[in-house]
């Protein structure tokens, strides 16, 4: 061997051992993703969690160059599906999307098999989603004043459908309660879909629906929209009055969907995979899905949502001390 080669395979040793391992990892036969990657959704299919991962599902896939499994483990206010991905491999192949749930069960269960601050690794958010007061079309109210006038003749005697105790969908209608000063009776069930399945039914009377799985069902005539919960008006339902300009101007509130790596993931990977979710919740048809159902696309930093599920874990422990919300 020339010295001009020896030179070269020892400037090559040199470059390959400054660079980071992770960087590595990304670049060479064993580079991030070389297999499917999981997605673990902590509900049923068909609600508002499992739409929007197939929505940005092939964008991804594209991206990635990998295929995408949607996994749905439901029950339990999403600590079954969560605690799964607590328990996955860090390694990029196993991640979750959760919803804002994630943060209400840090104060409502006492106990939980994860540690929510601790046992995993914020990605990216993906969207906001505001919720819609439907009810079945026999309930004779056409508004927030008229169903409160309702509920009060008849208190006990109205029932809404929960998600459990730990979905916002539970404690935003039970804040709604609080302010209304209502007597309405939660009847939990395991996911958006069995729930909307049983108010379509007229099994309960009502319920507080994600946009993204309520507009359908509204404009196919199976629920009527008495209100939406954020502050403002939504272009999708423009007609339809917000439930702050209905009385209550405190009330204020929407569900997000946000995606989560288990602890000890590399900061590479982690990195890859927000990059590809910004990239797929961009891409020009997926904002207009997401448009027409009403939900704001909202990639973030893993900072950033970090910072916001640290905020609600304390904005949602004042409402569940308010209501005096108790698991299941």
């Not at 209905?246 to 993931?265: F, K, M, Q």
């Amino acid at each position: 061997m020339n010295r001009i080669s020896l030179t070269v395979i020892c400037w090559t040793h040199a470059i390959l051992a400054s660079v980071a391992p992770g960087v590595l990892a990304q670049s060479g036969p064993g580079a991030f993703p070389n297999k499917p990657i999981r997605v673990l959704i902590p509900y049923p299919p068909g609600g508002g969690t499992d739409t929007a991962m197939r929505i940005v599902q092939p964008k991804l896939q594209e991206g990635l160059g990998q295929t995408i499994v949607i996994e749905n483990r439901p029950g339990a206010s999403e600590t079954i599906g969560t605690d799964a991905l607590a328990k996955s491999a860090p390694d990029g192949y196993t991640i979750g999307l959760v919803s804002n749930a994630f943060s209400i069960n840090a104060t409502l269960f006492p106990k939980l098999p994860f540690d929510v601050h601790s046992d995993f690794l914020p990605v990216t958010m993906m969207v906001v989603v505001p919720f819609v007061l439907v009810a079945h079309p026999a309930v004779p109210a056409n508004s927030v004043r008229e169903l409160v006038t309702l509920a009060k003749s008849q208190p006990g005697k109205l029932n809404f459908a929960s998600l459990g105790s730990g979905s916002p969908h539970y404690l935003g209608f039970e804040w709604f309660k609080m302010l209304a000063g209502l007597d309405i009776v939660a009847v939990p069930y395991k996911g958006l879909v069995p729930a909307m399945t049983a108010v379509a039914a007229g099994e309960v009377q009502m319920m507080l629906a994600g946009l993204t799985a309520g507009l359908p069902q509204v404009k196919a005539g199976k629920f009527k929209a008495l209100a939406v919960s954020p502050v403002k008006r939504i272009d999708v339902l423009r007609e339809v009055p917000t439930i702050a300009e209905s009385g209550y101007p405190e009330y204020d509130v929407n569900t997000w969907y946000a995606i989560l790596a288990p602890r000890g993931t590399p900061a590479p990977i982690v990195a890859r995979l927000n990059a590809e979710f910004a990239k797929a919740l961009n891409a020009p048809d997926s904002v207009a899905r997401f448009t027409a159902m009403g939900v704001e696309v909202a990639p973030s930093t893993p900072e950033a949502l970090w910072a916001r599920i640290r905020g609600e874990i304390d904005t949602w422990g004042r409402i569940i001390k308010t209501t005096g919300a108790k698991p299941d």
